[in-house]
T-cell receptor, first 112, second 116 residues
Framework: DAKTTQPPSMDCAEGRAANLPCNHS???????VYWYRQIHSQGPQYIIHGLKNNETNEMASLIITEDRKSSTLILPHATLRDTAVYYC?????????????FGGGTRLMVKP | DAGVIQSPRHEVTEMGQEVTLRCKPI?????LFWYRQTMMRGLELLIY????????DSGMPEDRFSAKMPNASFSTLKIQPSEPRDSAVYFC?????FGLGENEQFFGPGTRLTVL
């Protein structure tokens, strides 16, 4: 799986949009971008994933650049409960395996 | 659904003792994963089962670690003998894997293991 690079930490004001970047310059054509988050003392939680097109669900939006070498997770209206470590993961989407390789992630602190 | 269930939530043991961690995946899921998380190494995949069969155990640190999945609703991770460096939070996750279909992983609350 391609390696990802994320800033170690970010701050965001409550109610504002949180934009979390991820670089994956060595991504292959069949690799998807996944985002998970881990709130303190809990297990990781799936947020969203995408291949080429931008994706949106009830939790967040995922913007993938045209060359697919980077992406941004957007939490449109961050709340204090969004304070967590956010992991960007790039992996092949197939039936041979479903393994996730977690990096260091970005520690997002949402402040009042 | 109750989600992925792990037990115990906390375990404190002495070096050399056997430790068994338990996991009940979400009903209907056919893939199960064991992860370990430490401050130094982050979140690491230890082993992965699909349809109760171990698919990849390359992350298991050494022979002291073993994992079983006797049926679709239960898995164990055993450490024998345990060592202080095994202290970590152990997570179990499950997913429904089919062809090229959606396979989001659902994580349990974790077991915090302390080996003295």
């Amino acid at each position: 799986d391609a390696k990802t690079t994320q800033p170690p930490s970010m701050d965001c004001a409550e109610g504002r949009a949180a934009n979390l970047p991820c670089n994956h310059s060595t991504i292959s054509g069949n690799e998807y971008v996944y985002w998970y988050r881990q709130i303190h003392s809990q297990g990781p939680q799936y947020i969203i994933h995408g291949l080429k097109n931008n994706e949106t669900n009830e939790m967040a939006s995922l913007i993938i650049t045209e060359d697919r070498k980077s992406s941004t997770l957007i939490l449109p209206h961050a709340t204090l409960r969004d304070t967590a470590v956010y992991y960007c993961i790039v992996r092949v989407y197939n039936n041979a395996g479903n393994m996730l390789t977690f990096g260091g992630g970005t520690r997002l602190m949402v402040k009042p | 659904d109750a989600g992925v269930i792990q037990s115990p939530r906390h375990e404190v043991t002495e070096m050399g003792q056997e430790v068994t961690l338990r996991c009940k995946p979400i009903s209907g899921h056919n893939s199960l994963f064991w992860y370990r998380q430490t401050m130094m190494r982050g979140l690491e995949l230890l082993i992965y089962f699909n349809n109760n069969v171990p698919i990849d155990d390359s992350g298991m640190p050494e022979d002291r670690f073993s994992a079983k999945m006797p049926n679709a609703s239960f898995s164990t991770l055993k450490i024998q003998p345990s060592e202080p460096r095994d202290s970590a939070v152990y997570f179990c996750a499950s997913s429904l894997t089919f062809g090229l279909g959606e396979n989001e992983q659902f994580f349990g609350p974790g077991t915090r293991l302390t080996v003295l």
